[in-house]
């Protein structure tokens, strides 16, 4: 899921397009810094989960607790801002990966390297509320869906 052009927190002072280097660069120094970032969701590819125009609270997050099933806000290859859900972590000679993909979405992303995840969506503002979207049981919960989808579709 992309994000949209409105974001909360201490935005950058220039205007900027979320998937440019200037948000990418912002929303990792707050993270570094140990600040919650908060944004404005553009796209339908983590419906029902995050729909089109909600915000979305973000933390920091060690690459090292990433666990399938957290939504992360990460830097692709290409440089450009996506909150996706983890659906698995393969490691290489050249390190971990992760592999994500929005829930509405048929197909995986490109994996890239866990240090690429900048942070952890946390929460969700839907309709005056704050709706949390980490849970101790949603990892296990969303770790057996995926294999369950995986095996379906014979992969």
């Known amino acids: 899921m992309r994000m949209s ?3 909360k927190t201490n935005p950058p002072k220039v ?3 979320l998937c440019s280097l200037d948000f990418l660069e912002w929303a990792e120094m707050e993270l570094i810094h140990n600040r919650k970032i908060k944004l404005h969701i553009g796209g339908g ?3 029902p989960t995050i729909e089109n125009g909600e915000i979305v ?3 920091p997050a060690d690459p090292s607790s990433i666990r399938i099933g957290d939504i992360v806000l990460l830097s692709t290859l290409s440089n450009t801002a996506l909150i996706h859900r983890v659906v698995s972590i393969e490691a290489d000679p050249y390190g971990q990966h992760v592999v994500t993909r929005g829930d509405n979405c048929k197909f995986e992303d490109i994996p890239v390297p866990i240090e ?3 942070g952890r ?3 969700v503002e839907r309709n005056g509320e704050t709706i949390p979207l980490v849970r101790p049981e949603t990892g296990l919960r969303l770790s057996i869906r995926s294999l369950l989808l995986r095996d379906r579709n014979g992969k």
Do not use: G, L, P
Request: hydrophobic share 45%; net charge negative; glycine share 0%.
């Open 121 to 123: 969506a946390v929460a």
């Open 15 to 17: 205007e900027t397009d």
């Open 45 to 47: 590819s983590m419906s």
């Open 57 to 59: 609270s973000v933390e």
């Open 5 to 7: 052009n409105q974001f």
């Open 116 to 118: 690429r995840v900048m």
